[in-house]
């Protein structure tokens, strides 16, 4: 089964073959259930060249960053499919901030496409649990829903992993991040 029918059920697909989809992105007709484009697709700022433990970015190719020869995390694996610039910024804005749905099922299919890949080679780092990270209730009330919880919502039900959408509990307001480095975040 590839990705998009993973993270999308038979309604979206019975919806697309009704109406034809376009790029979230371009704006160009899409020729798939995809709301992206292939050429769009291509664009994206895919994290290859990565930390295997905390998927920093890294110049060349390394097994570890700095930081984690140094001090090993607390975790075994972090997972990154992509570098957060142009165009994935604008999408996490546009969903984020602008309740874009479309956008959010691209992230949340770029999600499953790189765990599906990350899977295949390391069955032993398969995740037992998604917890996604709560919104303090008045940001909740200001966005009208949980990013987190609905990206995690497709991704637990495509590849069969259980979530706690109330594992955590955000119990203090924090200031916004936008516009902060990434020291200060």
């Not at 998604?130 to 990206?151: C, K, S, T």
């Amino acid at each position: 089964m590839d990705d998009l029918n993973r993270v999308d059920g038979f309604w979206r697909r019975l919806s697309f073959r009704l109406l034809p989809g376009c790029c979230v992105q371009c704006g160009a007709a899409s020729t798939s259930a995809a709301d992206l484009c292939a050429d769009c697709h291509c664009d994206l700022p895919w994290n290859r060249v990565c930390c295997a433990c905390c998927a920093l970015p890294l110049p060349q190719s390394a097994t570890l960053c700095g930081r984690c020869l140094k001090l090993r995390p607390e975790f075994d694996a972090a997972l990154c499919a992509l570098r957060y610039q142009w165009p994935l910024d604008g999408l996490v804005t546009r969903f984020k901030y602008g309740a874009d749905l479309a956008a959010g099922r691209v992230l949340s299919s770029v999600m499953a496409q790189h765990l599906s890949s990350h899977l295949l080679k390391t069955s032993s780092c398969r995740p037992q649990l998604l917890i996604p990270i709560p919104l303090h209730p008045d940001r909740l009330r200001e966005r009208g829903f949980n990013q987190a919880l609905e990206l995690a919502r497709p991704l637990s039900h495509a590849f069969g992993i259980a979530m706690n959408a109330q594992g955590l509990r955000r119990v203090r307001a924090t200031p916004r991040q936008t516009g902060l480095n990434a020291l200060s975040r």
